[in-house]
């Protein structure tokens, strides 16, 4: 084992000839935790990529760092009784130990409080004015007499003046709930956020990047670069807009004393603003790493650059950073790919850290849940086109289900029955295997996992991380079918040449999972690697070089005859219901309302309590009826199984009077499938053809075909009656549900029919369960309907019937 006081590793430069990558996560504000929605959005996303590109041989360089100047920091300083300095000592240091917990594997996490980041900064700044890309120009700008300060943007919040969007608190410099970027003064009836008291407009001189000078060189970057570099799809569309809405000098001062000062006398007493110097950070920080920084960042023919982040952050990289970077004339490494997320939100609300709102890093340490699991289930959920939700029973289901049923269970069966001792297993000793190619099963699983190889690649090559990780659990699946189809318990005693050329290729399976799985759960791989008495610092490769990739398509080729196993134990330990609601409990409302018990989100309490008593089924049903011996009271329970039921998130592309029949419409309904379905509804006399046009519904999707008054309905609408059926709305999914997304029952888990048979009446006995609550959420018995994107609603019918 190296001594503590082994010198460092020489810091890592391109290499001529090796495909070098330089990754970025945004850098995370220093002003409170990072919360889960923080961690997926940048820092673990960005790991998982970095990860993946060491594990093909690549030469990556993963920088982050915390972003601690700007009004949040002298915000939080006040609120604390202390130095701007001291909050970014104290909040740096919690965000290192956050991120180390999580595995988070940077080469550098620095920070922008930095002389290289002064130094470097002014730098630009110098270049900027030289090459006349500045202006300067007088604002109006918001001033407190109470504080006798001019207000930066952080200091003053108001309602958002965009119209339709409503918020009454946001900030002055960008609306969270719209997006808006704004500025201090557009803001409706602005109050200090120190004091409260309404500031008044006073004229103040500032210096501005002139970005409509700079248009041209940025459209050509933006064209060029989005294709080349596959942006992900909202990071164009929040580009366009930028660009549509018509660019606009920015200002890139402020009047603050925390930051990096303004290098000319007349502005001395002002500091950068945050936007313009927050990204200069990843240069800095690369240059506390190594001082040949220019040779990652100067470096555009040799260095690919790739920047993680939330959707909240795209223009500041795809507009304004890369504008300064161009208007300095330097030969710059410019970020070829962004990969952006959306939400995360938080059972029925959004995370917030700045209001405390969620599950916070340090909270996840505290429930015992282990990294790799916490990792798994972000990833897993990673809101990659859309919003997602973070709910305490979709983690407890992904835990049991996908990781200890599915990917847990296979490894332990595989590495148990090789570890038992002869007569019974192999000694611990990975048997030989000739033949194994020609061998019907086995050749078959063999190809089946060479392409979910060639799957997994190019997701992971595309930053399409949510299926790479999909991809890599197939690959447990077919081993679990694979395995359990052999009969290898049998096959021992009876077939010792087939049992062999299984087991030695499920270790192999085995291996590669431990391989491709190591970007999203890195302690679980090098668990795994122990087991089969591999040293992860050898064995964790997976490069074209090496040979791996080919190796794929011949599992069984992975690990050697004659290699001796470790000691199996299981990887992964079920998450119980009782501690799934006493994590709901313990983490309900903000932060704050915790220590008083009280509860900030009422909705999200309502679901809590719903889903308490939630169970789960996992595993395959072979294996479930080998372990418990189901009864036929069990069978018939899982015979009406809500999960029988196809439900899917539906567009109406079309409605219209049914020909022959006044009470009813004609619907063209999107389900993601190649055409819409064809759906006969009786709405006429409840809701208005117009309502009914280009609108989100809950479809159930396989009842048998009927025909009504001619022609054949597909599918059925799902609505809601009040108690006397004089009223009827429809179930409504939320408004960034997917169209063909399933819609699902915490606790309720497996395949629907293919079609629900007329004699066994499944409709029948699960109808009798759909209602809309007091809450009006549509729920099968106690539990919400559920999407990716939150929970499915009606308008106004509480405790209506659901049909």
Request: aromatic share 8%; proline share 6%; hydrophobic share 35%.
């Amino acid at each position: 084992m190296a001594s503590s006081s082994s010198p460092p590793p020489p810091p890592k430069l391109p290499i001529p000839g090796r495909r070098n990558i330089l990754i970025t996560s945004a850098l995370p504000y220093v002003n409170n935790v990072p919360h889960l929605g923080n961690i997926i959005g940048c820092v673990l996303s960005a790991d998982v990529f970095a990860r993946y590109c060491r594990l093909r041989g690549y030469n990556a360089l993963y920088i982050c760092g915390t972003d601690e100047y700007g009004t949040a920091t002298e915000t939080k300083a006040m609120e604390e009784k202390c130095s701007p300095r001291e909050i970014c000592d104290k909040y740096h240091a919690i965000h290192d130990e956050v991120y180390k917990w999580f595995d988070i594997k940077f080469d550098k996490f620095g920070r922008t409080s930095s002389p290289q980041q002064t130094e470097i900064c002014q730098e630009i700044f110098h270049k900027l004015m030289k090459n006349n890309w500045l202006t300067e120009n007088t604002m109006q700008q918001l001033y407190c007499d109470t504080c006798q300060r001019f207000l930066a943007d952080r200091l003053v919040e108001g309602a958002c003046p965009t119209q339709g969007c409503g918020n009454k608190t946001a900030r002055g410099d960008q609306c969270d709930n719209c997006s808006h970027m704004l500025n201090p003064t557009e803001l409706i009836d602005p109050k200090c956020k120190v004091c409260k008291n309404t500031p008044r407009i006073r004229e103040t001189d500032h210096l501005f990047l002139d970005l409509p000078l700079l248009k041209d060189k940025l459209v050509n970057y933006i064209d060029d670069t989005s294709v080349t570099g596959m942006w992900s799809q909202n990071a164009i569309q929040a580009t366009n807009a930028w660009l549509k809405e018509g660019l606009k000098p920015r200002c890139i001062t402020r009047d603050l004393k925390w930051g990096v000062p303004v290098p000319i006398e007349k502005y001395k007493d002002k500091v950068f603003y945050v936007w313009f110097d927050a990204p200069i950070g990843y240069v800095s920080i690369t240059a506390s790493y190594t001082s040949e920084w220019e040779k990652w960042w100067k470096n555009p023919d040799n260095v690919e650059l790739f920047q993680f982040m939330g959707k909240d952050n795209v223009p500041f990289h795809t507009i304004m950073f890369p504008s300064t970077l161009l208007g300095t004339g330097d030969k710059w490494t410019m970020m070829k790919t962004i990969s952006v997320t959306e939400y995360l939100n938080y059972e029925a609300g959004k995370f917030s850290k700045s209001k405390g709102i969620g599950v916070f890093g340090n909270d996840a340490k505290d429930t015992d849940i282990p990294p790799e699991v916490w990792r798994y289930y972000l990833l897993m959920n990673r809101p990659e086109a859309s919003d997602t939700l973070f709910t305490w029973t979709d983690l407890q289901a992904k835990l049991n289900s996908e990781l200890s049923n599915n990917l847990g269970n296979f490894i332990n069966r595989v590495l148990s029955f090789i570890a038992k001792p002869a007569g019974a297993g192999y000694d611990s000793i990975i048997p030989d295997a000739p033949g194994a190619r020609s061998h019907p099963s086995t050749s078959a699983l063999a190809e089946k996992t060479s392409k979910r190889v060639d799957q997994y690649l190019d997701a992971m090559e595309k930053v399409k991380l949510k299926q790479g990780l999909k991809s890599a659990m197939a690959i447990s699946t077919d081993g679990n079918l694979y395995l359990q189809g052999s009969k290898f318990w049998q096959l021992y005693k009876e077939d010792p040449v087939s049992c062999a050329i299984v087991m030695k290729t499920s270790v192999g399976v085995v291996y590669l999972l431990a391989c491709l799985l190591e970007p999203f759960m890195p302690s679980f791989s090098n668990e795994v690697l122990r087991q089969l008495n591999l040293s992860p610092e050898e064995n964790l490769s997976f490069s074209q070089e090496k040979g791996e990739i080919v190796k794929a398509k011949s599992p069984w080729d992975f690990l050697p005859a004659g290699h001796k196993i470790g000691r199996p134990v299981p990887l992964f330990e079920e998450l119980k219901d009782e501690k799934v609601s006493e994590h709901r409990k313990k983490y309900a409302g903000s932060q704050a309302e915790r220590s008083s018990k009280a509860v900030a989100d009422a909705e999200a309490t309502k679901i809590a309590n719903q889903l308490k008593s939630a169970t789960l089924s996992g595993g395959s049903k072979k294996e479930q009826k080998k372990q418990t011996g189901s009864s036929k009271s069990k069978e018939a329970e899982a015979e009406v199984s809500v999960a029988k039921l196809d439900i899917r998130v539906g567009l109406i592309r079309k409605a219209e009077k049914h020909p022959d029949a006044d009470s009813l419409y004609v619907e063209e309904i999107d389900v993601g499938e190649e055409v819409p379905r064809t759906v006969v509804s009786g709405l006429v006399k409840y809701i208005p053809i117009e309502e009914m046009q280009n609108r989100k519904v809950c479809v159930l999707c396989n009842l048998k075909p009927v025909a009504m008054r001619g022609i054949k309905s597909h599918a059925m609408v799902l609505a809601a009656s009040s108690d006397d059926h004089t009223k009827v709305e429809l179930v409504e999914p939320p408004a960034d549900a997917a169209v063909g997304e399933r819609v699902t029952f915490a606790g309720y888990s497996g395949e629907p029919e293919a079609s629900l048979s007329g004699k066994s009446k499944v409709w029948e006995k699960l109808a009798a369960d759909l209602h809309s609550d007091g809450e009006l959420v549509a729920c099968y018995k106690d539990v919400p309907f559920t999407t990716s994107a939150g929970v499915c609603k009606v308008k106004t019918i509480a405790n209506g019937e659901i049909r």
